[in-house]
Structure formats: structure tokens, C-alpha cells
């Protein structure tokens, strides 16, 4: 299976924007839901916004009126920006893809990870 690819991430200071790119796969980006999820130190994966076919995005509340997620079919690539970050944001920040999702958990059926980006906000 193809990996997705992620970019964007860095070290920015509290209050600090990102933006996070992941490249998906030209012949079938258009047609699949895809996600981005974060994994800090000692604690679990979790989903932070998804975003359907169709473009309908869902964020997990911590994310709602921070991040916003996007994505642009002609380029085959979905975003993730990220504005006023808090240094609980800081994770390796990972996109998947899945046919469909509901809840935009990892539970969900996603494939296709990529290796993940490194975000790092220091207060």
C-alpha cells in the first residue's frame, strides 16, 4: 500500500500558525475521505479534523476555530492549518485516507498512513 506524505511541520512559539500538507495519490485522491490524527509522547493516536469526498470537514472540539482542514482535488493534496497553538498541539501529526468516516477516530478503518510531521510548539 502507498503511503501518504506529509509536510509543514516544525517548531513555531505559543500562538504560532502551521500548515500541513499530505499528498495523496493522483487516481483516487478525489474520490476518498482523509484525515489528520497526532500522537504525542506517551499517549494514544487521536483524530484532530477529517474531511469527506465531498469536502464536508469534522474537527474534534479542541480543534474547532484553530484548525481548519482543506483539500484541493486538482492537486491531489489535503491541509491542516493550524492557528494559534497551544503547546498541547505539539505531536507528530500523521494522515490516513478511508472510503468513508463517521466519528474521525482511528477505529474507523483508515490506511495508507504516512510517516508522520513533527509539531512542535514551545510556551
Known amino acids: 500500500e502507498e503511503r501518504l506524505v506529509e509536510s509543514g511541520g516544525g517548531m513555531v512559539q505559543s500562538g504560532g500558525s502551521l500548515r500541513l500538507s499530505c499528498a495523496g495519490h493522483?487516481?483516487?485522491?478525489?474520490?476518498?475521505?482523509y484525515g489528520w490524527f497526532r500522537q504525542a509522547p506517551g499517549k494514544e493516536r487521536e483524530g484532530v479534523a477529517c474531511i469527506n469526498a465531498e469536502g464536508e470537514p469534522y474537527y474534534k472540539e479542541f480543534a474547532k476555530g484553530r484548525f481548519t482542514i482543506s483539500r484541493d482535488n486538482t492537486k491531489s493534496t489535503m491541509y491542516l492549518q493550524m492557528n494559534d497553538l497551544k503547546s498541547e498541539d505539539s505531536a507528530v501529526y500523521y494522515c490516513a485516507t478511508a472510503a468513508w468516516f463517521r466519528d474521525c477516530t482511528v477505529q474507523e478503518g483508515w490506511s495508507s498512513w504516512g510517516q508522520g510531521t513533527q509539531v512542535a510548539v514551545s510556551s
Open positions: 493522483r487516481f483516487t485522491f478525489e474520490h476518498l475521505a
